[in-house]
């Protein structure tokens, strides 16, 4: 079945500098690669999600982009501020059959923005 | 009101009892999704659904049991809670291939 790594799990930025998280995933026929940004206390919100078909997409500060042969995607957080602070997951969906029913998440991302 | 509605938020219970976890949504979505959430391992699916008649197990279902009672409604059971189920449970749900979108969060203390 599909699985998702992701790192790093955790990272400190200063305000204003750029965030990188990666993830990689294992089932070529996945096809939807959303990522989702959690508070502490609340449920998983979507940030930005991309599809096999297009390469890179990017909303304001945030941009993701997607290397399919390598089966790896990124987020991209440019210009970070303290309420980008929070635990961010990438993961993955799609397939043959029943499997475009799952989805399947990464381990999460620790992001601290410092002041 | 919330799109997605957990209940319990909050739950203590003992080793050996049995508990439910409620989930329903007014999205309309056919898919919906339980996962468990522990530090350092992420979100981790234990049970999905497509419609009423659709139940599929995830990665964890082991110790688990769901219930599609409506499209609406989908309910988590543990038979015999164990303390290492212990941990932050999310409902979800989906209208496709798409966007999910979660519940506040049940938190689940077994001692």
């Known amino acids: 079945g599909e699985n998702v790594e992701q790192h790093p799990s955790t990272l400190s930025v200063q305000e204003g500098d750029s965030a990188v998280i990666k993830c990689t995933y294992s089932?070529?026929?996945?096809?939807?690669f959303p990522w989702y940004k959690q508070e502490l206390g609340k449920g998983p919100q979507l940030i930005i999600d991309?599809?096999?078909?297009?390469g890179e997409k990017k909303d304001q500060r945030i941009a993701v982009t997607l290397n399919k042969t390598a089966k790896h995607f990124s987020l991209h957080i440019t210009e970070t501020q303290p309420e980008d602070s929070a635990v961010y997951f990438c993961a993955a969906s799609g397939g043959y059959g029943g499997a475009t029913n799952k989805l399947i998440f990464g381990t999460g991302t620790l992001l601290a923005v410092q002041p | 009101d919330a799109d997605v509605t957990q209940t319990p938020r909050n739950r203590i219970t003992k080793t050996g009892k049995r508990i439910m976890l409620e989930c329903s949504q007014t999205k309309g979505h056919d898919r919906m999704y339980w996962y468990r959430q522990d530090p350092g391992l992420g979100l981790r699916l234990i049970y999905y659904?497509?419609?009423?008649?659709?139940?599929n197990k995830g990665e964890i279902s082991d110790g688990y049991s769901v219930s599609r009672q409506a499209q609406a409604k989908f309910s988590l059971s543990l038979e015999s809670a164990i303390p290492n189920q212990t941990a932050l449970y999310f409902c979800?749900?989906?209208?496709?291939?798409?966007?999910?979108?979660f519940g506040q969060g049940t938190r689940l203390t077994v001692v």
């Open positions: 659904s497509f419609d009423v008649k659709d139940i």
């Open positions: 979800a749900t989906r209208g496709g291939n798409t966007e999910a979108f």
């Open positions: 089932d070529s026929a996945s096809n939807y």
């Open positions: 991309i599809r096999s078909n297009v």
